[in-house]
């Protein structure tokens, strides 16, 4: 022992909570060497290539696969009259892989190929002869609930003509005597009486149209069955361990024969939520030609056949008393369901409770109707149903102010929800400044000013007009308990030299989960993020995740990781209390040493702690594990009940430009103000939020996916106009801090919520400026132009309640 | 079967030769026949710009360049700027600046990045903008993207190309 060795050292205390913490996978990404879906070969490996309907609504007379079969490098080929037993997939299983008898919208898939290469594959595709006869179309989902209207699942799916099949899904798959897929109907309070006691009633119906999630990774798999016929799937799934469960039940499989690998995923934001066709044909594909299959989308079949956000038809009825208290909301809803049903037409369990609790409404009464119709079909995507839902609410929120009088702000603050408050759909909200958030964003735009200039400049000279809008959002910041667990499982190991393997159910999309899951377990250990590894994608190894979604990976593996760190520590630090003779509460791990709580005196280090532990008689190894199940509820029948265990709140002020002559509008400037419970990684949440302002800007301004008569006209990015550089606003965005008692470290969700109000505000901005409402989506400069010289689309909606 | 020809060019400053089918395209050729995945497909369509590359010190999408095109050039890929020490403060900055999230736009974005420091070593925000204009990124909403193409700039006072 030398004289160094004795000297005393001191660590002071630090923390990473809050700092700028390096994404732990942007070394690989900006090198180039990350491998996603599309960069990975297996030896033997094929190609699959599906071919789909090049009708929107038709019977399938026949199939001719002989020429593409004779093909050289062709192995398989197959329609569903190959597959014995194909069973529907989908939320409500009214959508089988490979049709059979009938296409029901233009991304149909007919037939699949794999090939010893894409060309082949391609050539093969070509060769397949589909003979067709077309039935009448239905795309206009106002005419899908009227009498007579062309039915788009009238009779039971067959496998493949024969009867061997029987009819087992709850909704289309026995066929259907109408075209309603599904319907939502929520009621608190009585909004009969309360419009009779509202000094103001106002009614809007607003459209809210097609956008795609454009992942610039495009959708593929790589499907391998070993030599004892278990499946290996490599795969873009947000959901691996709800996939290991549904492809066990559409493949007749056992569960445990079924293994998930995520590779680095080019992008996710909700579209890889559900299991597509695709993926259940790659495993076919993988099936009938004994050889891994690898089916990769091109950048058209993506904007084709993936799944969109939620096109909605609403009207909305609000009213308000002279104070400025809401009275009431009406809503109905028409969901363009598509031909088959995907998450989109369930999000109404996410629009109800912005109309029903985003503000404080004592009577809310709200119905959708998804209908079929032969569209593109609705998936999940980010905000999920909330952008919809928002810009409707906050539409009227400017409206009633404005005719009772009153600020926009001032009417907003008079109605937001506040700690404490039990909204009247059962939410419970422990964690909210929300008020905080509407008054840090106006201040720091000077929305109050610039609102009140703006309407004085409306008639001043000039084409441009200014204009600045304000809209919030409330969305789940705690999980939210939809699928009967809402749980995620972590295994921590420690080694010999203290190097920690995190190991969580929770998938990375891009978003930072790694990262911040690990930034909180280096927190409980005070060890620096070097001393990180983590294990995320592969159901073989990591315990039970629901899947990325409702913005709860934060908050939920973040609590599981935790808890796993937390025993970890308690076992370290007991070893120590027994090795330094005093209690383990006298200790503290800090800088990768045992230290002395109070002074920060180091006793060890810690991987020479572990190795007394490990190399000792009664040996032993840290190594701990953890589920975390969040105290959320499901929703009673009537969609009542505390379904996340915390709620994000925010506010965005939007300021444009608008240039009358030309209807271009320029968003210049958004201010965001968020709480986000706590901040944990600075760098990543500020990420999030700049992503999910742009991403709203798109959905405002320039995002459009057209779909005429059940064609897509425009499925590439130079016809769909994605945001691009210079067209990003000045963004100031600040955190509000209200340290959630349940999530950890204090941290509440917010991967969708910066993403929910731009549009909202974007309107409002608008109308500030030109004293003109305008209340469908995009605002291209033609939409705009036409609303101001009163040539604007004349909005409607047929209750079904008055046509029946 | 597609007529082939042999090409031979300078790739991430290594000569080669390989043989490509004539409607091959040069991304296809550095992901299929070279077996660099660093540059990558978003649309096959000179949109999204996630297969930029240098050619000649240029920057253009590997998607509509045929690879037979190749012949006689000099090609650089984010594999090739990957082993460049001079590109370090450059993807140093991507990593420090978060300007990386999915990170399937990122080898694109920075290959954009050198060409646009190597031409404008002192880019402000607005032509660092202009610069990375034909390279779509759907999760971090282009600022921090910005942010760090600005610090690696001002980081390098000769402004010497990566």
Known sequence: MNVREKKVRFIAPDTLIGKRIQKMDAPEKASGKTRYIHDIDLPGQLYGKILRSTRVHALIKSIDTSAAKALPGVHAVITAADIVNQRPIGVAKDHLPLKTDKVRSLRDEVAAVAAESEQIAMEALQLIKVEYEDLPILTDPAEAIKPGAVLVHPEPHRPDGEEHLKPVGPVAFTGKSDNIAMRFDYCHGDVVKAEADSDVVVEDTFKLHYVTHCCLGVSGMIAEFDASGHLLMYSNTQVPFLHKREFAEYLNMDPGQIRIIQPAIGGGFGSKLDIYPFEVICVFLARAAKRPVKLVFTREEEFISSPTRQPVLLTLRSGCKKDGSLTFRQVHTLHDNGAYTSWGATTPFVMMQTFSSLYRVPNCDYHTIAVYTNNPYAGSFRGYGNLQATFAVEAHMDKMAEAIGMNPLDFRLKNAQDEGEISGQGMDFKSCRFKECLTIAAERSDFRRKHADNIKNRKAPGPIKRGIGIASMLHVGGGAKIYPSDGCGTILKLDDFAQVTLITGASEIGQGSETVLSQLVCEELGLPMSALTVVNNDTAITPWDVGVHASRTTFIAGNSALGAARLAKVKILSAAAKKFECPAGDLDLRGGCVIKAESGEVLTDLPRLMRNMHFQDKAELVMTTFYYEPPSSHQDKDYKGNVSAAYAWGTQVVEIELDTETGIVKMTKVTAAHDVGRVLNRLGIEGQVEGGVVMGQGYALTESLIVEDGVTRNPNFRDYKLVTAPEIPEMDIAFIESMDGEGPQGAKGVGEAPAICVAAATANAIYNATGVRICGLPFTPERVYRALHGKGEKLFLERPGNSA | ?162
Do not use: W
Request: aromatic share 4%; hydrophobic share 40%.
């Open chain 2, 1 to 162: 079967m597609s007529l082939k020809h042999d090409i031979e060019f300078t790739l991430n400053g290594v000569k080669r030769r390989a043989t490509v089918p004539v409607d091959m395209s040069a991304l296809n050729m550095l992901r299929e026949v070279i077996g660099l995945t660093g540059t990558k497909y978003g649309c096959g369509e000179g949109e999204c710009g996630a297969c930029t590359i240098l050619v000649d010190g240029l920057s253009l999408n590997a998607c509509l360049m045929f690879a037979v095109d190749c012949q006689g050039r000099e090609l650089v890929t984010i594999e090739g700027l990957a082993a460049d020490a001079k590109a370090d403060a450059l993807r140093a900055a991507f990593v420090e600046h978060g300007a990386v999230q999915c990170g399937y736009c990122t080898p694109g974005m920075v290959m954009q990045a050198s060409h646009l420091l190597a031409t404008h070593p002192h880019a402000d925000a607005e032509t660092i903008k202009r610069g990375i204009e034909g390279n779509l990124c759907r999760c971090t909403g282009y600022k921090k993207i910005v942010d760090a193409i600005a610090a690696a700039g001002s980081a390098d006072p000769q402004g010497a190309a990566p």
